[in-house]
């Protein structure tokens, strides 16, 4: 389970990669959990991950880190 970042350019003509993937496996206790859904999180950079077993954690870019 990776997360791959991409941004925009101010005109949104363009995308580029954001560094590299970020492994999110090695931040879930548990290899059955997937994704099933994602939400940023106004103002911050951050996003909000839903997992398969009803679990809602925040993912942080900067601290690379899930609360």
Known sequence: MKLHVFVFDKTFKTIQ?????INL???YSHTA????QLCFVCGRDEVMLVGSNAQVRIFSFVTQQIR
């Open 17 to 21: 990669s954001r560094g590299g993937s």
């Open 25 to 27: 496996a090695l931040l």
């Open 33 to 36: 959990t997937s994704i099933v």
